[in-house]
């Protein structure tokens, strides 16, 4: 049977920096058109890709994180949405459409098929499934409800608010009845998040010479809920305007690592004084909970109460430069790469 | 009538770093032999004098704390048992001995009488109402058991752990079925841990190199809770040694400014990793578990479970030097001032 040909994202080595397109490259490969039989497994076509921040953590030779570094040499993995082309597994048929772990390329071989679910859904756009409905959107839903503990009236701030976490996180406080503050790297993120996803107020931080007043301008009387999806200096700023009993959700230093922040946390004495609770959580820990999130955010999405941004670039070649893109915040909103339209 | 002459303990001028002798100054000075009638106050007789290390914040000009600063000129405030002498509060008489917030001097006019409680305890050595079950002692259960979160068979590290607080901490988290390890600056507290206060480890680091590999040899699965009361290179090297869903209670760091730790705060992106929770917290937040604290360490004290150190220093005059010295580390145990034994 002839094999098709599948154009590949392959991972080349580790890097202890931001990712760079160079990073990556792209190869074509073949593969066989169906699950071998007795495999269980099944062949997807991949139609949409994520493009995550948390990615980085993988591309680093470090074996003691939740999830394990990208192979050198191989193909990329991460969140897809695809359609099941063949399948040897008795619960997935061809036409299928699947959203779970999946590599950078054309066509993938499913052997965990576990990690994948079927999406039954035909009124929501596609790649939301990586976005609002997979992965950064149940980030935003389990760090909001089950870590900052929110109370209507609350002050919150969400550092890279307009990203593919930080959008959501402002609009479910917004909907929980907070006020709602969003730092983003751009005038026209800036724009986004006041205009379109309902910030109360937003500001470009890079615009800002001393973070700390910017902080004290939108929070005068402090901040109940830091959303933190940047760490560094932003993190520093907002421990010196937490109000008292206030709480951090760690959620982006995980990109981050010991070498490229020289300078450290300086306030964290703030903690003790004023008694913040500030926890790291992945949204993992809280699957129990999806199905609850599905049924609320896609409620929301129906009636018009959420909105999502994306940011999607077209074709498997435009992969390298996205994923690269994400760590000097070129993408605006959630980065997608289009793989195939169907 | 004539005037009581009264020492005193000066509070000279706020400063930006570790207290020293030369901060404080004896003077002598007098006071009525009675407490104003009309004024619902009472004079006390001060018998001990507690030095802790939260009171540095008080030495700086910073107004923004949970306690105002000290005033310049005046006398030093903090926790103290005392008799009373005479008492315009008819809650109160001549011959009651009270803990609570008085001056550093050897009589009192107290204003503030709320401020105080009787003792009634008169199996329990007096000056342990400002230690063991005082301010203390009562951080040490609230942080162990309300920010910890323990279980039994988890794994403990504590710092400064033969300090006021530590020492407590260490014998409460073996009480509760916990493996514990203690750090501490000299290896005669390093004893004191392992031979009289019952931990199961303990270390010297200021003999160690490399505190991540001190941690890893007495963790090497890992710590689940560490009782953080330094703050600094220990953090750093404990948030590289916690286990997944490990908690760190913040309790000492208030005596920290940022200027005095120029290097900052590195591996805080273990907090998403680990999922750690970390939480500042004052003893104040919880009074409310005043009395059960009580119940249960008094119980613990006297079936002989509870063992409590103290460093007591003689006299009113050594009052300065007894308070710098908590930042050197010379104290062993609860550092205490005796000023009149009744």
Redesign the interface.
Known sequence: MAKLENKQVIFKNFIDRAPQETDLELKVSDIGPRAPSGSGAFLVKNLYLSCDPYMR?RMRDFH???IPPFVPGQVVEGFGVSKVVHSDDPNFKPGDLVSGLTGWEEYSLIKKTERLRKIQLDDIPLSYHVGLLGMPGFTAYAGFYEVCSPSRGEHVFVSAASGAVGQLVGQLAKLHGCYVVGSAGSNQKVDLLKNKLGFDEAFNYKEEQDLNAALKRYFPQGIDIYFDNV?AEM?DAALLNMKI?GRIA?????S???LS?P????????????????????QS?YLHLYPRFLEHVIGYYRQGKIVYVEDVSEGLASAPAALAGLFSGKNVGKQVICVAHE
Chains 1, 2 share one sequence.
């Open positions: 953590g003691g994180s939740y760490g993190l009993h760690v959620c982006g230093m995980v981050q690592h010991s922040d300078k450290g946390i300086h306030n964290l004495f703030n903690l003790v004084m004023m008694r913040i609770r500030m926890q790291g959580f992945l820990d």
